[in-house]
């Protein structure tokens, strides 16, 4: 039964030992679900996919579940302050992209088309794999898959055989340059029928100390996790699955506002903090291979998810203190059916909803400790609905594979603003997409992608009111026009004899893109007013690319290299796009030197960054003169006692550098000195 062997072959796709060229072809391209909804080797599916398997998750730092996706092809991680991360794909990043867990929505009514914190409100240590589809997937997952789908995919347990088994982990690590320690506990208990997994995650993160030697204060804090699962395999063909998950960050300061940036001779707040930012989530999902006339295999899922995102904060030079209560509740219902046809087509069809409610709150606290009621960041008890109806068609001749899909959406967003007459917007689009791939041999693939994205503005882009980092201050626009996107690539991808490439290329055009801009005026307060505004057209291009060689010593030689390059045009002028990340990639080695001991070394690596917006320009996270290349290297060994007990002993910025990615907040760590240890029953 498909449900049952997909854990199993996802686990075997991860080795690199080949027995014949067929296996071998498997192994070095592991299976993923994301880009078409079915279980497919990623060398044989059209869209640009990056998978992050188990085993590479486990040779990864994972304070932040973003952390897991650095040094991935197509994949460039911007950090605002530790505790946040976010992943920009093809230039695009925070609501432009969607964020999945389990295949169900991460992103709220609240998302920012810019970094935000919320991907980091997830348990890096409950991943089994990450997957990223690189491109418009509207099709398949509705609004706001404008650059690409990150969705991740947590630990189930499995267990064969009917008698009850335990089996779990523990793993805690510690690294100087922040002073970490993380600590973590699961346990799988069940049998083939009934099992169970559950964990505990605790994080302590203390200040940073980057590659010139300096501290950087306001970089502490710490967040604890919990996670449980349960797996009903009712029959040999049904499944009921349950599972819960929550994540508490008692109080995470905001650097970039509590330090002085670029621009800037003094910074925006005294205080800046977090507190507390939460996810609590909850999911039911039925899953059959029961066929019927109508579906071979059905899933259906209910959802509910909590975020807080609530702030405690004293501007610069002022006494009062402010607070915030800000939530989003969402519902989330979907349905995915699969249906093979007897001329050797497939159907994939299906439905999906979700209501976002939006609670916010503001008050100020003055230095007598008299209380006063703000306006809310958000209108209070705003609204977002969606209904989405979408059918992705596949057809198989010979070699080739061509697929047509296409989704209705249709939106309904209630500002509920006491300053708007007509605050409800009722939106609808249709998206589709057509791919082709080609089997040029066992080995090689090429593949081509043409479709159209949507992304409808959502609460934060229409009614956001309230301060912004470098002296800003937001106001509401109810009149802005959903964003677009015709995007089209083309790659070529190997996978066999010893070694898996890729070599994508794709070029985006975005219509009416949201962005903040300047109004030209100033509050009472004096801070400058910026509004989110439509502006025109932005066109985004790039190449990515990856190799993997496997030696016949068993070692494996890895690079990948992305290129990506943004031109914003609006009626009168053009001008490099927003936040677009250098080229940049890895270059690296890694080899069981003998049974007991593993080698991983790598240099990280990074082109200035130069072609600055407007907006980029004003960003006091950006140096207005470019941010700077840079070249680091790592070394990681791991010691492995059988295959229960494993230390991982390593040095990360060996010659501490001093660099900053790209649009962060702040810089990066300087040299690191790790040591991990990880026992397994």
Not at 17 to 45: F, G, M, Y
Not at 244 to 263: A, E, I, N, S
Not at 352 to 374: C, F, L, N, P
Not at 403 to 423: E, F, K, V
Request: aromatic share 12%; charged share 20%; net charge negative.
């Amino acid at each position: 039964m498909r449900k049952k062997l997909l854990p199993l072959l996802l686990l075997s796709s991860i080795s690199v030992c080949a027995e014949d060229d067929k296996r071998e072809v498997e192994e070095l391209s592991p299976l993923q679900v994301t880009s078409s909804k079915i279980a497919t080797a990623s060398n044989d599916t059209a869209a640009a996919v990056t998978v992050v398997t188990r085993d590479e998750i486990s040779r990864k730092p994972n304070a932040l579940l973003p952390d897991l996706l650095r040094e991935e092809t197509g994949v460039y991680i911007q950090q605002t302050t530790p505790g946040q991360g976010i992943p920009i794909i093809r230039g695009l990043k925070g609501s432009q992209n969607v964020h999945l867990i389990d295949g169900i929505r991460l992103n709220t009514a609240f998302f920012r088309n810019a970094p935000n914190q919320y991907m980091a409100l997830v348990d890096p240590f409950m991943t089994e794999q990450i997957e990223v589809v690189r491109g418009p997937a509207s099709v398949l997952y509705g609004g706001d898959a404008l650059g690409g789908v990150v969705n991740v995919l947590t630990h189930t347990p499995l267990f064969i055989g009917k008698e009850n088994q335990l089996s779990g982990q523990l793993f805690t690590s510690f690294d100087s340059a922040d002073d970490k320690w993380l600590s973590h506990i699961d346990l799988d208990y069940g049998n083939e029928k009934i099992a169970t997994t559950m964990g505990l995650s605790y994080q302590d993160i203390g200040q940073r100390t980057t590659g010139s030697g300096e501290t950087i204060p306001f970089t502490a804090y710490n967040a604890r996790a919990f996670n449980n699962k349960w797996v009903f395999n009712t029959s040999d063909d049904t499944q009921w699955l349950f599972d819960v998950q929550y994540l508490h960050q008692p109080g995470t300061p905001r650097v970039d506002d509590l330090v002085t940036g670029f621009g800037q001779t003094e910074p925006d707040s005294s205080i800046f903090l977090f507190k507390p930012n939460e996810r609590v989530f909850s999911h039911l999902a039925y899953n059959t291979d029961r066929a019927t006339g109508w579906y071979d295999h059905a899933s259906v899922h209910v959802a509910y998810q909590k975020i807080r995102d609530n702030r405690f904060k004293q501007s610069f030079g002022s006494s009062n203190i402010d607070t915030e209560q800000n939530s989003s509740e969402m519902l989330t219902f979907q349905t995915d059916f699969t249906k093979m046809f007897s001329n050797q087509s497939m159907l994939v069809y299906g439905l999906d909803a979700y209501h976002d409610t939006i609670r916010s709150a503001k008050q100020r606290v003055s230095e007598s400790g008299d209380v006063s009621i703000r306006e809310s960041r958000f209108p209070d008890d705003s609204s977002m609905r969606h209904l989405g109806l979408f059918a992705d068609y596949h057809m198989y001749a010979g070699d080739h594979e061509l697929t047509i899909g296409a989704r209705y959406s249709d939106y309904l967003i209630d500002l509920n603003s006491p300053q708007i007459d007509d605050d409800r917007l009722d939106l609808n689009d249709i998206t589709w997409h057509a791919s082709w791939l080609f089997k040029l041999n066992e080995n090689d693939r090429l593949f081509a992608n043409l479709g159209r994205g949507f992304r409808p503005p959502n609460i934060f882009d229409l009614g956001q009111v309230g301060e912004r980092p470098g002296n800003r201050f937001n106001v509401i626009n109810p009149n802005l026009d959903p964003e677009t996107v015709i995007s089209f690539d083309f790659g070529w991808k190997h996978a066999g004899n010893g070694w898996q490439a890729e070599l994508v290329g794709f070029v985006s055009d975005y219509k009416d893109v949201i962005s903040s801009v300047l109004t030209g005026e100033q509050n009472a307060e004096g801070l400058d007013i910026v509004q989110s505004q439509n502006i025109d057209e932005v066109r985004i291009w790039g190449i990515e690319t990856a190799l993997n060689y496997y030696l016949e010593n068993g070692g494996q030689f890895f690079v990948t290299a992305t290129h990506t390059y943004g031109k914003e045009e609006a009626a009168e002028s053009e001008g490099p796009a927003d936040r677009i990340p250098p080229t940049f990639g890895v270059i690296g080695y890694q080899q069981y030197l003998s049974e007991a001991w593993h080698l991983k070394s790598q240099v990280r690596y990074a082109a200035t960054q130069d072609r600055l917006s407007e907006r980029d320009l004003g960003d006091p996270r950006i140096n207005p003169f470019g941010t700077g290349g840079f070249v680091v290297y790592d070394t990681h060994f791991t010691w492995y006692s059988n295959n229960d007990f494993r230390i991982r002993m390593g040095v990360e910025n060996i010659f501490d550098k001093k660099y900053r990615e790209h649009a962060s907040g702040l810089d990066a760590p300087g040299r690191n000195y790790h040591v991990s240890f990880h026992y397994q029953f």
